[in-house]
């Protein structure tokens, strides 16, 4: 199974890398790992994950306050959003 970002969850990944580098150099790079290992934990096993919606399941990111939004879309992964746990829930719903 392959994976693919949504363009703005993509964007939402590479401002977060870019927020933890700023704040220490090294961290964008930890921050882009733990996101890289729960993309891949979804890919290895993509339904263990709840749903928060109607087709989106959510997986949450170890170390930082972050969960991976996603939908099956046949063969493939669609990561819907990189999203801060502690920010606005609904802000990826119209995607």
């Keep these: 199974m ?8 993509e964007r939402e990944f590479t401002e977060a890398v870019e927020y933890y580098e700023r704040r220490e150099s090294g961290l964008g790079y ?11 934990n979804i890919i290895n096993h993509p339904n263990a994950w ?13 170390r930082f306050p972050y969960g991976a939004l996603y ?5 493939e992964i669609l990561i819907l959003a990189i999203m801060h746990l ?4 609904d802000h990826w719903k119209k995607r």
């Design 2 to 9: 392959t994976f693919s970002f949504h363009p703005e969850a």
């Design 50 to 62: 709840p749903f928060i919606a109607e087709d989106v399941r959510r997986c949450l990111v170890n």
């Design 86 to 89: 502690r920010r606005n829930p």
């Design 30 to 40: 930890d921050f882009s790992m733990e996101v890289f290992a729960t993309i891949q």
């Design 71 to 75: 939908s099956i879309e046949h063969d």
